[in-house]
């Protein structure tokens, strides 16, 4: 359409292409720890929200949990010892959250339908985050507690997690044995 030309175009001289794309300035990328953080932030106000207003709130330790990730934040340089250190402390804030949305579930209390859809978003980042954070070798995790010679790991069956010894040392060539619990 040449009625759009503007007529002082010189047409001799090359043209230049200008990209307009455009990016939001204000993406986030989250780490594990904050996110964790941000599910046990969630995970109390669950807790609120089932709690009676006269009603003594069950303990979730949110002044320890939230000092410990700020001084974590703070931090310039995150070695992997103090990254999985504060995982790990941090998941367990959110397990202990959790039992207890679960416990007051099951008292009667109800959340309602975007409280609810939040605890599964939550349940979610809790069982990513778990299975990230424990070592899998050969579909067994590894690293649990040491007692006699025996290490007692989880492993994942059919979808169920059992409770096996594994037996270092002399025997660790042996298969794993699981447990019935």
Known sequence: PLAF???NLDLNRPLS???STCA??????PQ???LLNEAREKAEDLIDALCLP?????RTYRNIAHKEYVSFAKTKKKSTKKIRKQIKRQLGFLSRDLKHVKRLQLHGRKLSDSQAHQLEIIQDVYKQQK???LRIENGVVLGFTKDQGVNWSMAEVDGEWSRCKRYWGMMAEFPIRCVAE
């Open 17 to 19: 292409s200008v990209d």
């Open 32 to 34: 594990d720890t904050s």
């Open 24 to 29: 939001p300035s204000h993406i986030r990328y």
């Open 131 to 133: 299975s990230s954070f």
């Open 54 to 58: 006269n009603e003594k709130k069950p």
């Open 5 to 7: 030309v503007n007529a």
